[in-house]
Structure formats: C-alpha cells, structure tokens
C-alpha cells in the first residue's frame, strides 16, 4: 500500500511558477512508476506527467515544455515543477503511484492560475 500526500498548490499569475510536492509512504525507488493527473472545475481528470523506472518522463502536450516531473529517492518525495502558468491549468492537482499493479492517488492540492 502507498499513501500520498500533496502540498505546494496555491494561487499563481499567468505566467508564473509553482512546484507541487507529493511526499509518499513507500520508497520511490520501489514504486514501478509515479505521475500526477488534474482535474478541472467541470472538467474530467487527465494525465498530466508520469515518471516510470526512476527516469522515463511522459507529459500531456498541453504542458510539454512548462512542466517538469522529478523525485527525490532521499526524501520519497515526487514533484511537479510548473513553469509558464496559464489560466487553463487551474485544477486540482493529484499525486498518484502504481505499485504492485494498484493505483493509488493523493487527496489532491489545488492549483489557481489568474489572468
């Protein structure tokens, strides 16, 4: 089993930066793959970085260039690192980890991004 807990969400301008944390039960290393997925008011959850075998990155297109996913084997911490904010990345933010073919998510940190 794998508890995660999200922090770093907050309010942002357009054009700002915010980095989330994600810190987890287990060690990272032992996680087969970690990412964090967002949610929109109104809108459906979707994939917005995930970080398989410690070094293999994926992120959504929308975010490709403006969002870094990295952990911290030390500290069992995974973070999002948000640069070049838009007013369309306002969501709920959600840490998650697939461990032993289960899928586990955090409680969610929500992000604001103003124009």
């Known amino acids: 089993q794998v508890q995660l807990v999200e922090s770093g969400g907050g309010l942002a301008q357009a054009g700002g930066s915010l980095r989330l944390s994600c810190a987890a039960s287990r060690r990272i290393s032992s996680i087969d793959a970690v990412g964090w997925d967002r949610q929109a008011p109104g809108g459906q959850r979707e994939l917005v970085a995930v970080?398989?075998?410690?070094?293999?990155?994926n992120y959504a297109d929308s975010v490709k260039g403006r969002f870094t996913i990295s952990i911290d084997n030390a500290k069992n911490t995974i973070y999002l690192q948000m640069n070049s904010l838009k007013p369309e990345d306002t969501a709920v933010y959600y840490c998650?980890?697939?461990?032993?073919?289960?899928?586990?998510w955090g409680k969610g940190t929500l992000v604001t991004v103003s124009s």
């Open positions: 970080l398989t075998s410690g070094v293999n990155t």
């Open positions: 998650n980890a697939n461990y032993n073919n289960v899928h586990y």
